[in-house]
């Protein structure tokens, strides 16, 4: 049994790692900009478009995205503005933001290689996207660059406290208890909670930050609960399709998530399948 004293030292610890990593892993001057620019009233596309260019990577992938199945825009976009002015202001800075936060998280570990991570994560922003539009959610565009972003509390531990994280993914196995749970015992918060305080860090939307916060217990979302219940169903989803976990999806999704989604489970089996098409085409646009 855990000894309750030490989890308060370890919640501290956690505490001071994001701390410490605050200036070290940050979003690039480039996202900054974007984001001056949204809220500057007198900004307009023009501005936009010279702030990508400013970045050939970034252009590089704006282009590449725009022209990609996942939007499915009729004829080839071959000028950066156009592709901005396609994509709007709002993919747009998704699309920085995922492209930026891939960029600054190469956090080596020896737990999870860096590419196998990112799979998952792609593969999750992509079923969210997909799942959401089919559920007619709002803004569910939004989605794709949340789905990308939840997993980042393990990152973080994984790069920067193994042994712990090692204990955790052990006594979540052994015990057979949901990681999420044994992580807050363990630690004194779970990785949901972590990735929301980094995101926070980063100054990004506070939706953002609750969805990718209460994604482990969509049950204590205090909003966005469709939202945060398809975050919560696409992670056992992704489990299963990337890692290839072998208990079903409805063992490990609780009978009220699929209350408050109502998805048909033939309808979300024929998603994970062009998810994995979908994700395979966008790991070659955003990783190359």
């Given at each position: 049994?855990?000894?309750?004293?030490?989890?308060?030292?370890?919640?501290?610890?956690?505490?001071?790692?994001?701390?410490?990593?605050?200036?070290?892993?940050?979003?690039?001057?480039?996202?900054?900009?974007?984001?001056?620019?949204?809220?500057?009233?007198?900004?307009?596309?023009?501005?936009?478009?010279?702030?990508?260019?400013?970045?050939?990577?970034?252009?590089v992938a704006v282009l590449r995205v725009a022209n990609s199945a996942f939007f499915g825009f009729p004829g080839k976009i071959?000028?950066?503005?156009?592709?901005?002015?396609?994509?709007?202001?709002?993919?747009?800075?998704?699309?920085?933001?995922?492209?930026?936060?891939?960029?600054?998280?190469?956090?080596?570990?020896?737990?999870?290689?860096?590419?196998?991570?990112?799979?998952?994560?792609?593969?999750?922003?992509?079923?969210?996207?997909?799942?959401?539009?089919?559920?007619?959610?709002?803004?569910?565009?939004?989605?794709?660059?949340?789905?990308?972003?939840?997993?980042?509390?393990?990152?973080?531990?994984?790069?920067?406290?193994?042994?712990?994280?090692?204990?955790?993914?052990?006594?979540?196995?052994?015990?057979?208890?949901?990681?999420?749970?044994?992580?807050?015992?363990?630690?004194?918060?779970?990785?949901?909670?972590?990735?929301?305080?980094?995101?926070?860090?980063?100054?990004?939307?506070?939706?953002?930050?609750?969805?990718?916060?209460?994604?482990?217990?969509?049950?204590?979302?205090?909003?966005?609960?469709?939202?945060?219940?398809?975050?919560?169903?696409?992670?056992?989803?992704?489990?299963k399709a990337i890692f290839g976990h072998m208990s079903p999806i409805e063992q490990r999704v609780s009978r009220e998530i699929?209350?408050?989604?109502?998805?048909?489970?033939?309808?979300?089996?024929?998603?994970?399948?062009?998810?994995?098409?979908?994700?395979?085409?966008?790991?070659?646009?955003?990783?190359?």
């Amino acid at each position: 049994m855990l000894n309750p004293a030490k989890i308060s030292p370890q919640s501290d610890l956690i505490e001071n790692t994001l701390q410490e990593i605050k200036g070290l892993i940050s979003l690039p001057e480039v996202y900054q900009r974007v984001r001056n620019l949204i809220d500057d009233p007198n900004s307009d596309i023009e501005h936009f478009v010279e702030v990508v260019a400013s970045d050939p990577n970034l252009t590089v992938a704006v282009l590449r995205v725009a022209n990609s199945a996942f939007f499915g825009f009729p004829g080839k976009i071959d000028s950066l503005s156009r592709a901005v002015s396609m994509l709007g202001i709002g993919q747009l800075h998704d699309l920085v933001l995922a492209t930026s936060a891939i960029a600054s998280l190469k956090l080596p570990n020896d737990i999870m290689p860096l590419k196998r991570f990112w799979q998952f994560s792609l593969f999750s922003a992509v079923l969210t996207r997909l799942l959401a539009s089919q559920l007619k959610i709002p803004k569910s565009e939004r989605l794709f660059v949340i789905g990308l972003l939840y997993e980042i509390g393990h990152l973080v531990l994984y790069a920067k406290h193994p042994e712990l994280a090692k204990r955790a993914i052990d006594l979540s196995r052994n015990n057979q208890e949901m990681l999420h749970i044994v992580e807050q015992k363990l630690l004194g918060m779970h990785y949901g909670e972590i990735g929301a305080k980094l995101m926070a860090q980063w100054c990004l939307p506070a939706h953002f930050q609750d969805i990718v916060h209460y994604q482990p217990t969509p049950d204590l979302a205090p909003e966005q609960r469709r939202e945060t219940a398809l975050l919560h169903l696409v992670r056992a989803c992704a489990e299963k399709a990337i890692f290839g976990h072998m208990s079903p999806i409805e063992q490990r999704v609780s009978r009220e998530i699929w209350d408050i989604l109502q998805l048909d489970r033939e309808q979300l089996d024929d998603t994970i399948e062009q998810a994995r098409n979908t994700a395979s085409e966008m790991e070659k646009l955003m990783f190359n």
